[in-house]
């Protein structure tokens, strides 16, 4: 059903419009004087000189989690890849060394000219093994393929650029046996009962 | 005698020109102040010793114009050449030269010799004004004929048909005040109003009108239809680049100037102040003088009080520049505040120095000078502060606000001014 909206009428006043003109002067100075006189009342970031602090929760550039024995915290399981609505992760897997895991990529790229930025891989994650987080949100390259970040690119970060408070944020837990996975899901959130359970079938 | 006079009135020429620089910051940190944004201020200049100074965006203005000077001056193929270079010249031309026909101070004798405050101290003088104020009008359309190119030419069209209709208007908001004046001579103008009452007193309506027209005139917002990005690419200019480009903007900036002046001149009495005419500025001097320079303190002081908060502001920012930033606002801080010191020292000297004969003349112009500037500058202001408060009109809207309101509210002032005039002549409350 269509909705009728009256339109507004004009009082006479504002037909004047001369009226309306000076009350928006009256308006503008205002603002233009507490720029002035009050410069801390302007919402502007003296960027890139000052750098706006970022949301825990925003995405940027992707990493890929590490263990803390270097390998990558990803198992190839095409998640990820999956769930892209760019298409723009291409993952090539390969059998994994370690006995516990089946799978690791041998190749893991991330088309940034593609990628929306959409944060889905990361949620379709099992392993928690790729995050966006890294605050990096300007992309200069030079050729197209510059864009286009492969597997040590995106393991090349340090713990030390993560907030030490948030373990999570910093270098995986797991490795060979998945060792340092157990104390730490010891020490965290799961009960003992938890961890025994999960102990011989963690592969993240 | 003579040619020192003569340089004096040659500087003349360059009070637009200077104007030119003002305006382009003015018009940039008012655009930015009024938005709430800081406005440019990356251009920077290193001074050693100092290190690099961003001068609040000052700097802009030399690396705008090295970068329109150095620019490819692009010569289309298609275009009229003879016209296409005649045409940015045109509106700076007239701009230039209309500065010789207002009164910057009240006539003064040197050594015997009668100077006027208008170069040309002309009978007919606000005539010439109008018509040199119309004639920028050509820059416009030969321009936009000479491009060839049919967005030039629709902006043109555009902007001559509205700057002749808005002529009309502007000639008869003016009418009524002249009938009350009885004069064309700009001297008489400033004078009549300094014994009387200023313009805009009398004729409040024609003073908005007029102020309206010459918006429309210099084409600036809400009247700027000879350019517009989404419908026409840039208007007259879109064939123009580097320092032709920059031609029509000073033309624009300097007629804004001389719109300035004029509104000045003969709404808001000129070089007359309410209570400071030539004779008391002229006993007075030294007061003046010394009463201005505190103003000027005055200002210089909140200016280095805005700097204090800015460098506050600053010091508490994790920034990468910090230190360089800091330094920068200490100089200012130095500039500022010195410069008001000093203008206070410099107003409590004056008291002690005696002012007589030649000394007092100069002076008294130059307080005069000063007081038509400041009028000046606040109208510059008005134009860059309405420019962003209020939204462009449709070209038919305009067309229509000009024939049919502008047009017939000022006739109507027109005649009810005379009416009004002669019935108070006839009574007797004023003598014709
Ligand atoms: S952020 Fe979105 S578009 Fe980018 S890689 Fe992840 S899923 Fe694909
Ligand atoms: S979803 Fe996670 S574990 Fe699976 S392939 Fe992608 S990054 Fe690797």
């Keep these: 059903m269509a909705k009728i909206i009256p339109r507004p009428q004009l009082s ?26 009050k410069p801390e009342t302007i919402p502007v970031l003296n960027y890139p000189e000052v750098q706006p602090e970022l949301p825990a929760e925003h995405r940027s ?45 041998a190749t893991f790229d991330i088309d940034w000219l593609l990628c929306v930025f959409c944060g889905l891989c990361v949620e379709a994650c099992p392993c928690d093994a790729i995050r966006m987080d890294t605050g990096k949100a300007i992309l200069v390259e030079d050729s197209r393929d510059a864009f286009i970040a492969n597997k040590d690119r995106l393991m090349d970060w340090s713990p030390a650029d993560y907030p030490a408070e948030d373990i999570i944020s910093q270098e995986a837990p797991g490795g060979l046996l998945n060792e340092q996975a157990l104390a730490a899901m010891q020490g965290g959130m799961f009960s003992a009962g938890d961890v025994a359970d999960v102990a011989d079938k963690e592969t993240c | 005698m003579e040619i020192i006079l003569f340089i004096a009135k040659f500087g003349l020429a360059f009070i637009p020109l200077s104007c030119i620089a003002i305006m382009i910051f003015l018009e940039r940190k008012g655009a930015s102040i009024i938005q709430d944004r800081v406005g440019p201020n990356r251009a920077a200049i290193k001074i050693p010793g100092i290190g690099s100074v ?11 114009s090295v970068k329109l000077f150095f620019k490819e001056d692009f010569l289309p193929k298609h275009a009229h050449k003879w016209y296409y270079i005649l045409a940015p010249m045109l509106p700076l031309m007239t701009a230039i030269l209309t500065p010789a026909l207002i009164p910057w101070f009240a006539p003064i004798s040197l050594e015997g010799v009668e100077v006027s405050g208008a170069i040309i101290n002309a009978n007919s003088g606000l005539l010439m004004l109008f018509a040199l104020g119309a004639l920028s009008v050509y820059g416009v359309v030969i321009g936009s004929w000479a491009s060839h190119n049919k967005y030039s030419l629709l902006g043109g069209m555009r902007a001559s048909a509205m700057m002749i209709s808005y002529e009309v208007s502007m000639g008869l908001s003016v009418v009524g005040l002249l009938l009350l004046i009885g004069s064309f001579n700009m001297t008489d103008i400033v004078e009549w109003q300094a014994a009387n009452a200023w313009g805009v007193v009398v004729q409040p309506v024609g003073c908005l009108l007029f102020i309206v027209s010459m918006f429309a005139e210099t084409g600036r917002t809400p009247f700027c239809v000879s350019e517009g990005e989404s419908e026409i690419v840039g208007g ?57 320079l505190a103003v000027k303190a005055l200002m210089l002081a909140l200016f280095c009080l805005m700097t204090t908060r800015q460098k506050k502001l600053y010091g508490a920012l994790k920034a990468s520049d910090k230190a360089v930033r800091l330094k920068e606002y200490s100089l200012f801080q130095i500039i500022f505040g010195g410069g008001a010191l000093v203008a206070v020292l410099i107003a409590a000297v004056l008291m ?61 002032n027109l005649v009810i001014t005379a009416i009004v005039y002669k019935l108070l002549i006839e009574t007797g409350v004023i003598s014709g």
């Design chain 1, 12 to 37: 006479l006043l504002e037909q004047l419009y001369f009226v309306e003109v000076f009350k928006g002067m009256a308006l503008t100075i205002k603002h233009a004087v507490r720029s002035l006189a």
């Design chain 1, 61 to 105: 550039e992707h990493r890929l989690m590490k263990r803390a024995d270097g390998t990558s915290r990803c198992v190839a399981c095409y998640m990820c890849q999956t769930a892209c609505p760019a298409r723009c992760i291409t993952i090539v897997a390969e059998e994994s060394p370690d006995g516990d895991i089946e799978k690791r990529p």
């Design chain 2, 54 to 64: 961003r001068g609040f965006g000052m700097i802009h203005n030399i690396s705008d």
């Design chain 2, 236 to 292: 007259f200019h879109t064939e123009y680049s580097s320092i032709r480009f920059a031609l029509f903007f000073m033309g624009e900036y300097a007629h804004i100037v001389i719109a300035s002046a004029l509104i000045a001149t003969l709404f808001f009495g000129g070089y007359h102040l309410p209570g400071l005419n030539t004779e008391v500025i002229h006993a007075h001097t030294a007061g003046v003088l010394a009463g201005l």
């Design chain 2, 352 to 412: 002690f120095i005696p002012m007589d004969g030649l000394l007092s003349e100069l002076l008294t112009a130059a307080i005069q000078i000063s007081i038509v500037m400041a009028k000046t500058m606040f109208f510059c202001w008005v134009f860059v502060w309405v420019r962003w408060t209020v939204p462009r009109f449709r070209y038919d809207h305009i067309m229509a606000l000009g024939w049919k309101v502008m047009l017939n509210v000022a006739l109507v």
